[in-house]
């Protein structure tokens, strides 16, 4: 196996592609596409943004919500990262329902069959450019992506993740092996 130096480029995958959404000062709702994110402790979500009016609002509100994107919808949350709030609505150009949450002052987009509401708990940086730490109060979930026992199902919900060496969306795909039970062939 031949191998070849990138210097310091970062190439893990897959990138989740997470839609925050937040509320302006004057309550119009905005969304944007996140990559850069995840889940930090068991019920908080990290996402690091730069300077664009979800982190504004974010920073201003002390909320949001973060969905999970979908292959069903896979061009509304391109559209969310292409778009900058600071220019147009995209709640409005992207014909996406967005309605309060009910937990946090932020909007949740019905379309999507999963969201968390988050809190505000930390702040790395400011308006411009942050590291946010959110509790995550609320689950909401589309009975639609449950299994018989209540869980999610992600092979019935299909989320996207983002291929940043080909620019490409991909479908969460295939199982491979079970976790806490493919390892043991090595005990």
């Known amino acids: ?10 190439e893990l995958f897959p990138q989740s592609v997470f839609i925050v959404s937040s509320y302006a000062e004057d309550g119009t709702p905005n969304a944007m596409n996140v990559a850069w994110g995840g889940e930090c402790e068991r019920h908080s979500v990290c996402i690091n943004i730069g300077d664009h009016k979800t982190t504004e609002n974010i920073v201003a509100k002390g909320a949001f919500t973060v969905a999970p994107a979908d292959a069903a919808h896979v061009a ?4 969310f990262g292409i778009a900058t709030g600071n220019k147009v609505n995209k709640a409005e150009a992207s014909g996406m329902t967005f309605v309060p949450s009910e937990f946090v002052d932020a909007p949740v987009i019905e379309e999507f069959p999963l969201t968390m509401e988050c809190k505000v708990t930390d702040i790395q940086g400011d308006a ?12 909401r979930v589309s009975e639609s992506i449950l299994d018989e026992e209540g869980r999610v199902d992600f092979a019935k919900m299909r989320p996207i993740v983002y291929d940043s060496t080909r620019r490409i969306y991909r479908v969460v795909g295939e199982e491979v092996g079970g976790a806490w039970e493919a390892g043991k062939a090595f005990m």
């Open 1 to 10: 196996m031949a191998f070849k130096n990138l210097g310091n480029a970062g």
């Open 76 to 79: 509304e949350a391109d559209y």
């Open 128 to 139: 411009h450019g942050a590291r946010i730490v959110g509790e995550i109060v609320n689950t």
